[in-house]
């Protein structure tokens, strides 16, 4: 991780931390969940919003303005809408990204869940990610929520990432092994 990132996600994580404390504390960890949610959408939906969090054109007032109004409109509660706020009068709100997915985390460990990333050659039915996620469930020992991706390279086969564990049974990995063993014999 870069020296940059590396601030961007200690700066996010203390803010993660008070929201999370300050959430659980009043017992809103709902509503958190549900303000992140929210939040993840309008940074995915909108580039105006991701432009204007990390513009360093806009004084504090302006994207503090901005950011209570699109909170706002968003619904959030008032502790994440007073965050938000604190946040962009400490020009800090460039962090917003990493502050949503360290929440996330947060949040599931709470639950007792992990997300898995999966990768397939081709879309999950969703007899095929429940049987999915019951496996992983009994193999990690928590809930599992699934976040899946389509990656044709593969040919067939999963990559599935939970945690710091990778599991890779796709056809390219296994082409892969094949070939490196055919030079090593010839």
Not at 123 to 137: C, G, M, S, V, Y
């Amino acid at each position: 991780m870069s020296e940059p990132a590396s601030i961007s996600q200690g700066i996010a994580a203390r803010y993660a931390q008070a929201l999370f404390d300050l959430s659980k504390e009043g017992a809103a960890l709902k509503a958190l969940k549900a303000d992140t949610d929210a939040l993840d959408a309008a940074l995915t939906a909108s580039a105006d919003l991701r432009d204007m969090i990390a513009s360093p054109l806009l004084t504090r007032e302006d994207q503090s303005r901005a950011i209570v109004a699109v909170a706002t409109r968003l619904g959030l509660s008032a502790l994440s809408v007073n965050t938000l706020a604190l946040m962009a009068s400490k020009r800090r709100l460039f962090v917003l990204p990493q502050l949503v997915a360290d929440l996330r985390a947060r949040i599931a460990e709470e639950k007792g869940e992990v997300t898995a990333e999966v990768a397939s050659a081709v879309a999950l039915t969703a007899e095929q990610a429940q049987a999915l996620a019951e496996t992983l469930k009994a193999s990690v020992g928590k809930t599992v929520k699934l976040k899946t991706t389509v990656d044709e390279s593969l040919i067939g086969g999963l990559v599935v990432k939970v945690g710091s564990k990778m599991i890779d049974t796709s056809i390219r990995s296994k082409l892969a092994s094949l070939q490196n063993a055919m030079k090593e014999v010839g």
